[in-house]
């Protein structure tokens, strides 16, 4: 039913043998049963410690008590009573109005006061049902015990203790008892937003005795919790089932080998289950309208209603969302394996919302004791996140089933549920929208094919929800799941749905986040969002975690940008707009070893980037559309480097044995032409860049020219030349012409070089060396220099000035790569160290200012590296995760795959 109660357990001397007989297990095995040895432990603790307490007048009944051959543990309930409660404490249970709703710290209170205060309303439908008549003064004519009410500080949760069951006989006291309960039950399904007149004697009970807030809200927000507890007991305690009283008491009566002294048998004397009965039948008769109260009433699972558009508790204009395209491995375990994720997998801001696919939970009855909602509360609370557990197929009222999403809150409580309003054959349709109003505005829920219906995906965007989640399961054709070919048809499919609800979503400033399974359950693995301006898709077909953000404040992308060509086909006809393809290097599922960070990331073609991890001394390639490795490069000794010199040749460096690998790979097939080749170097090299004239390798204070390598034959040194300011390793070479370069070496000093008739020219430059310098790029006549200080540094080759500082939002976080881009004038790409908010499209001003125009959201590690070229943006971060940014063609201003196509 929802209610925390301590836990009991038996410990019994006696063991049944298979006949059914009871008998003390012999001497020498007495210390090996669990129960027994546990039974002699007690005996022997609690003797002496209770004689010391007692007189001798009591020795006897002490020591008959402990002679019995069972003994009930109950664990100690954590907490203290509601009227020990400090005022901090107490205002746990503090219900505020939505104006007083007005910060994050708010925001928590609230939804702690109302699973506080329905937890209470649960535990009087408990009471209820048992007759346990010395709690709550509902029923009851007294004044109730506030002793038996424990709350729980640090879980922010109540507790109900010294729990006793006295079921009222047949006749005129329990005719009078059934008729207070049609009473109050009638009262409250009437009006649920007034307080009945029953609720009198439970607001004196709290003003009187207890900490807790007797107010107007509070005992609205009890009668709530008590309908839940109503419609639990019902859908959870079946007459025709195991769960049944008559069941229930059998199986209790069954549990121990002997009685003692008939008190085992006593006691379950004055239980009658025929009091249960007439309770639950009672419960029976009104849940059709407890069950419409707490699916169609938008405040009935949280009190509090929010305004829309308010932005993230953290403070943050963009929600973040969880995407889990995974199998169900239990409850239990899937449970477990969310918090541990959400624990240690995440170096920045937390998800808001996570979102599983369809057919994902076991099918039962919509309630806070099922198995998989129980078990994943306690994580949405711990995490302070809304989790929606796909769809299950419910148990409605009668014979009605439905196929149903349930949204669990931040405080673990069901924030809603939606029905399904166009479901298959053998199910019955939903008749509501699944809107629900949350701190960051109004969310809404489609199952599957809903959205695919005019009528259905109109009806729920009326309501103005500026976000919608989808659990589907998208059927994979019959094919092998595994193949490539499969793969790629998986692919398909789902850029075909996105390019479905692009325009639309631009149109209607609506977000659509989609969740499939995995393929090896019969699905696509389609997951994606699918947003005004941007798309971000799964990382694969198979099981796998992605996140993604939302932009509350729904600003235009690319402000002040020249409006897209229109383009042929309609639906493609998106706005300004970008593709975000998520790779991930494959792991133990669930387990494992964590992957390394990316070291280098480099854009092979449009489709394909190459990527090194740190002490790795492999390169993969990954199919952009797939999210495959379709290639993995081995070399002898550890990468630091790697390039693309042609469309089909990969280069890398390997520093600590001095080497030169190339590789001749067919990108369209995405496997090995030829063996590679490996040239020894005659000292370290740190940095590559191909130029016209060839190869250019950074070494310590010195930069060598080689011929490009081919398929039939290796590179060669041409020219070799020592640089003049700095002895340290060259880092960074950067392309400023055809035929120039510069070279910045590891303490910050530059280099101009010239390339001429095979030699190389080099000559200092005069500006002030930038400390430490993370990554450099060209644009607008200057050096870029990103820092670990978290500022760029601009330098103009020919000034004598000193370097220029230029800020950017980066909050100190270090710099860690950079891009130029011209898009209708001069862009820079920034990537930093920062948790969130880490990838920065920065607008450069004449003057040579920077501002921050765009943010690339969704890593959630800091970044280490970062690409472009073939009209694709590539970032790598700390969790071994790349983001390609793909920039639709025709959809953006004229010229910008060209731009991207030849950036540094």
Same mark, same amino acid.
């Given at each position: 039913m929802g209610v925390k109660v301590p836990k009991m357990r038996l410990v019994d001397y006696f063991c049944k043998t298979t006949d059914g007989v009871a008998m003390a297990p012999p001497r020498h095995l007495a210390t090996q049963t669990n129960s027994v040895a546990e039974w002699h432990v007690i005996k022997r603790v609690l003797f002496p410690l209770a004689l010391k307490k007692n007189g001798e007048a009591e020795k006897v009944k002490v020591k008959k008590e402990l002679n019995r051959a069972f003994f009930l543990v109950m664990e100690l309930a954590p907490g203290k009573p509601l009227d020990n409660l400090t005022a901090r404490e107490a205002s746990t249970f503090a219900l505020r109005s939505t104006l007083q709703v007005t910060c994050a710290e708010d925001v928590h209170e609230a939804e702690h006061a109302n699973r506080a205060v329905r937890e209470l309303g649960r535990l009087i439908a408990l009471d209820i049902l048992c007759n346990n008549w010395d709690r709550i003064p509902l029923l009851w004519p007294n004044e109730g015990n506030v002793h038996n009410i424990f709350f729980d500080v640090e879980d922010r949760s109540v507790y109900g203790i010294d729990n006793s069951m006295a079921t009222i006989p047949k006749g005129p006291k329990r005719d009078a008892y059934i008729a207070r309960l049609r009473k109050v039950l009638s009262n409250i399904t009437a009006a649920p937003s007034v307080v009945c007149e029953e609720m009198a004697a439970v607001r004196q009970f709290l003003a009187a005795c207890t900490a807790v807030p007797a107010t107007v809200a509070t005992c609205v927000q009890l009668q709530l919790g008590l309908l839940e507890g109503v419609c639990d007991a019902h859908l959870g305690l079946?007459?025709?089932?195991?769960?049944?009283?008559?069941?229930?008491?059998?199986?209790?009566?069954?549990?121990?080998?002997?009685?003692?002294?008939?008190?085992?048998?006593?006691?379950?004397?004055?239980?009658?289950?025929?009091?249960?009965?007439?309770?639950?039948?009672?419960?029976?008769?009104?849940?059709?309208?407890?069950?419409?109260?707490?699916?169609?009433?938008?405040?009935?699972?949280?009190?509090?209603?929010?305004?829309?558009?308010?932005?993230?508790?953290?403070?943050?204009?963009?929600?973040?969302?969880?995407?889990?395209?995974?199998?169900?491995?239990?409850?239990?375990?899937?449970?477990?394996?969310?918090?541990?994720?959400?624990?240690?997998?995440?170096?920045?801001?937390?998800?808001?919302?996570?979102?599983?696919?369809?057919?994902?939970?076991?099918?039962?009855?919509?309630?806070?004791?099922?198995?998989?909602?129980?078990?994943?509360?306690?994580?949405?609370?711990?995490?302070?996140?809304?989790?929606?557990?796909?769809?299950?197929?419910?148990?409605?009222?009668?014979?009605?089933?439905?196929?149903?999403?349930?949204?669990? #809150?931040?405080? #673990?409580?069901?924030?809603?549920?939606?029905?399904?309003?166009?479901?298959?054959?053998?199910?019955?349709?939903?008749?509501?929208?699944?809107?629900?109003?949350?701190?960051?505005?109004?969310?809404?829920?489609?199952?599957?094919?809903?959205?695919?219906?005019?009528?259905?995906?109109?009806?729920?965007?009326?309501?103005?929800?500026?976000?919608?989640?989808?659990?589907?399961?998208?059927?994979?054709?019959?094919?092998?799941?595994?193949?490539?070919?499969?793969?790629?048809?998986?692919?398909?499919?789902?850029?075909?749905?996105?390019?479905?609800?692009?325009?639309?979503?631009?149109?209607?400033?609506?977000?659509?986040?989609?969740?499939?399974?995995?393929?090896?359950?019969?699905?696509?693995?389609?997951?994606?969002?699918?947003?005004?301006?941007?798309?971000?898709?799964?990382?694969?077909?198979?099981?796998?975690?992605?996140?993604?953000?939302?932009?509350?404040?729904?600003?235009?992308?690319?402000?002040?940008?020249?409006?897209?060509?229109?383009?042929?086909?309609?639906?493609?006809?998106?706005?300004?707009?970008?593709?975000?393809?998520?790779?991930?290097?494959?792991?133990?599922?669930?387990?494992?070893?964590?992957?390394?960070?990316?070291?280098?990331?480099?854009?092979?073609?449009?489709?394909?980037?190459?990527?090194?991890?740190?002490?790795?001394?492999?390169?993969?390639?990954?199919?952009?559309?797939?999210?495959?490795?379709?290639?993995?490069?081995?070399?002898?000794?550890?990468?630091?480097?790697?390039?693309?010199?042609?469309?089909?040749?990969?280069?890398?460096l390997c520093a600590v044995r001095p080497l030169l690998c190339t590789w001749f790979v067919r990108l369209s097939e995405g496997v090995l032409a030829e063996e590679a080749r490996f040239c020894d170097l005659p000292e370290p090299a740190f940095s590559i860049i191909v130029t016209e004239a060839g190869l250019v390798l950074g070494h310590a204070g010195a930069l060598s020219l080689w011929s490009a390598p081919a398929r039939e034959h290796s590179a060669r040194q041409l020219a070799y030349v020592a640089l003049p300011q700095s002895r340290t390793p060259v880092k960074f070479l950067v392309s400023v012409s055809a035929s120039s370069l510069l070279a910045v070496h590891e303490d910050g000093c530059v280099a101009s070089v010239q390339i001429s008739g095979g030699h190389l020219v080099c000559s200092a430059v005069s500006a002030a060396p930038p400390p430490l310098p993370t990554c450099v790029t060209w644009c607008c006549g200057a050096l870029w220099v990103g820092c670990s200080d978290g500022a760029l540094r601009r330098i103009v080759p020919d000034a004598s000035s000193a370097a220029a500082t230029v800020a950017i939002a980066a909050g100190g976080a270090a710099v860690t790569g950079l891009c130029a881009v011209s898009w209708c004038g001069p862009w820079l790409v920034v990537a930093t160290a920062a948790c969130e908010d880490n990838l920065l499209l920065v607008w450069v001003g004449e003057s040579g200012s920077a501002e921050v125009r765009h943010v690339f959201r969704g890593h959630t590690a800091a970044l280490t590296c970062l690409a472009c070229g073939g009209g694709v943006l590539a970032s790598g971060d700390l969790h071994g995760e790349v983001r390609v940014h793909e920039f639709v063609q025709n959809a953006v201003p004229v010229g910008l795959a060209a731009m991207l196509a030849g950036a540094t």
């Open positions: 079946d007459f025709d089932a195991a769960t049944s009283p008559v069941a229930l008491k059998e199986s209790v009566r069954n549990m121990i080998a002997m009685d003692w002294e008939n008190v085992w048998a006593n006691e379950l004397k004055i239980i009658d289950t025929s009091f249960h009965d007439e309770v639950l039948a009672v419960f029976a008769e009104f849940y059709p309208k407890v069950d419409a109260i707490l699916h169609e009433w938008p405040v009935s699972r949280s009190f509090v209603s929010y305004n829309d558009g308010l932005s993230s508790e953290y403070g943050h204009d963009a929600v973040k969302i969880l995407v889990m395209q995974e199998r169900n491995y239990g409850d239990l375990k899937c449970a477990q394996l969310l918090d541990d994720y959400l624990s240690q997998g995440w170096s920045g801001r937390k998800p808001d919302i996570v979102l599983y696919p369809e057919n994902w939970m076991q099918g039962g009855a919509v309630s806070q004791s099922h198995t998989t909602i129980a078990a994943f509360s306690r994580v949405a609370a711990k995490h302070r996140a809304y989790v929606l557990l796909g769809t299950m197929v419910e148990r409605g009222a009668g014979a009605h089933t439905y196929v149903t999403s349930v949204l669990l #809150g931040p405080d #673990g409580c069901i924030a809603g549920t939606y029905r399904k309003q166009r479901p298959g054959s053998g199910y019955d349709h939903g008749t509501t929208p699944g809107v629900f109003e949350t701190p960051f505005g109004r969310i809404a829920v489609l199952i599957c094919f809903d959205i695919e219906n005019d009528d259905v995906l109109r009806a729920t965007l009326d309501l103005r929800p500026f976000l919608v989640l989808n659990p589907v399961w998208i059927s994979l054709p019959d094919t092998d799941a595994m193949s490539r070919t499969s793969k790629r048809t998986c692919a398909v499919a789902r850029d075909a749905m996105r390019r479905k609800f692009e325009a639309f979503m631009g149109e209607q400033m609506v977000t659509l986040v989609r969740c499939d399974q995995p393929h090896f359950l019969g699905a696509t693995g389609s997951s994606q969002l699918i947003g005004p301006y941007c798309s971000v898709l799964s990382p694969n077909n198979g099981e796998c975690r992605f996140s993604a953000s939302v932009d509350t404040s729904l600003r235009n992308f690319w402000q002040g940008s020249v409006p897209p060509r229109p383009r042929t086909a309609k639906e493609d006809n998106t706005g300004n707009r970008y593709i975000v393809h998520v790779l991930q290097p494959p792991t133990l599922y669930g387990g494992g070893r964590a992957p390394a960070a990316v070291e280098h990331v480099t854009v092979l073609g449009p489709k394909t980037v190459a990527t090194i991890s740190r002490s790795c001394a492999d390169v993969r390639i990954f199919d952009v559309d797939t999210g495959d490795i379709t290639a993995t490069l081995r070399a002898p000794d550890t990468v630091t480097c790697v390039t693309a010199a042609a469309a089909d040749t990969v280069l890398a």
